[in-house]
């Protein structure tokens, strides 16, 4: 059971990518559950103001430390736990990986703060010890898209959400590589057949196609991937082929 709490000036966005599909069913079966606070609701002055102009001058607006330090604070009561972990989502954050998500779907309890504007006044963070997280090299308008990706990546990885055992199996055995090709019926469509090997029944040589198919996709999109990933003898006298013969192409 992994419980997530947002912190967010926008609670209202994470109904709908939430309240669907597998995170929902995850949170029926009482494997995860999420809730959305707002920020706003923790500010003390009278208009509940929760950014203001950042010292130093420039443009933008900044969050204000205190009503998002009291959020967290009275939401998270056992703050101080092992078992707990308080997230920034900032685009100067650690990359979010399937790693990172895996060692975080290992917590009871994740805290989760979305960032608006410029940014978050520092001291947030370092009160809160909050890890800064970011998906990716791209700026969003703010930390709440990012949320919603990490609960889905971590809420996969929560033991019982994914129905198929096979598919999970087959996941962490294909670990670090690229998906092989999908196909389904018809045998033939828009003029394209379908590989005649997935039809042979031959299981061995659907295995071994699909492992090809993965080092070759690795290799040619995502060459970085194959320096971590877990390769037999098989697999490198594979790489080793392909790379001679894409060599042998571009000298044509
Ligand atoms: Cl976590 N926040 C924002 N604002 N932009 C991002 C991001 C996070 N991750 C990638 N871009």
Known sequence: M??????????????????????SRAVRAGLVSWQAHNIRDYAT??????????????????????????AVESVVEDRGSPDV???????????????????????????????????VDERVPQLLEARPVSIGDYVLSGGELAAMVLIEVVARLVPGVLGDPDATFEDSHSE???????????????????P???????????????????LRRTLLRRPDMLDRARLDDADRDYLA???????????R
């Open 45 to 70: 002055d009278k208009h509940h103001v929760t950014d203001d102009l950042p010292y130093g001058g420039g443009g933008g607006m900044v969050m204000k430390a205190e009503p998002l330090v009291r």
């Open 196 to 214: 005649d090997v997935l039809l042979s029944g031959n299981h061995a040589q659907v295995y071994r196609w699909r492992r090809q198919q993965s």
């Open 85 to 119: 972990e308080v997230l920034l989502l900032t685009p100067q954050g650690d990359r979010l990986s399937q790693a990172l998500a895996r060692r975080l779907s290992n917590r009871r309890r994740l805290a989760l703060i979305c960032g608006r504007y410029e940014g």
């Open 2 to 23: 992994v419980r997530f709490d947002v912190f967010t000036l926008f609670p209202g966005m994470f109904d709908g990518p939430l309240g669907d599909s597998i995170v």
């Open 176 to 194: 670090g590589l690229l998906e092989y090709p999908h196909y389904t019926r018809p045998a033939e469509f828009g003029g394209i057949s379908a």
């Open 241 to 251: 082929e392909l790379r001679r013969n894409l060599d042998e192409e571009s000298q």
